[in-house]
Each structure stands twice: as structure tokens, then as C-alpha cells.
């Protein structure tokens, strides 16, 4: 069993928004803060956004501050980030994780291209 799958990715235009998500399973998810990576091609994996356990505090790469927006539905076991005003330079593989776990998703590609 995966513990984290991603979802939503897609071929969006400029300025136009997408939803990823992250279903979890298999381990007691409403205890662990949970981050967005991405990683563009040739490009070292960085940082997007984290959530608290409890959903109550978020922090943003400058790069996606006031676009993105990380939530989390405890009671599916799912995070979700909110991307609108799309980039070309968002374009990348976008990855959820637990760092204390040290759990990754498979990644979901996410191309910004008009």
C-alpha cells in the first residue's frame, strides 16, 4: 500500500489554475505536518508549501506566495494545494511528503504551457 498518491496534475495555460491532492493511508495522518516539492527538469527539488498537522499554520516558497494555497482534510486523509495565476516556471513535477516519515508520493506532473 502507497502511502501518499498524487493527483490533479495536468497541461494548464498561462494564468489558469489546477488543484493537486494528496490521499494518504496506512498511518495516522492527522499527526504530521505534510509538505509540496516540486522539480523541475534540471532543477534541484525545492520547497512549495507546508501545512501543520492541524492545518492551523502554512509557510510558502516566496516564488508561489499569494498563488498557492495548501489546505488538509483530516477526515480523508487528504491535502490539497490550490495553484491559480500559473506560471510557465511552475511547470515541474510536484511531489507531497513526510519528512518525519520520510514518506514520498510518486509525483504528479503539472505543465504550464500556452
Partial sequence: QVPLVESGGGLVQ?????????????????????SWYRQAPGKERELVARITNSGSGTNYADSV???FTIS?????????????????????IYYCNIRSLNYWGQGTQVTVSS
Fill in 14 to 34: 498561462p494564468g489558469g489554475s489546477l488543484r493537486l491532492s494528496c490521499a494518504a493511508s496506512g498511518f495516522a495522518f492527522s499527526s504530521y505536518a505534510v
Fill in 65 to 67: 506566495k499569494g498563488r
Fill in 72 to 92: 488538509r482534510d483530516n477526515a480523508k486523509n487528504t491535502v490539497y494545494l490550490q495553484m491559480n495565476s500559473l506560471k510557465p516556471e511552475d511547470t515541474a
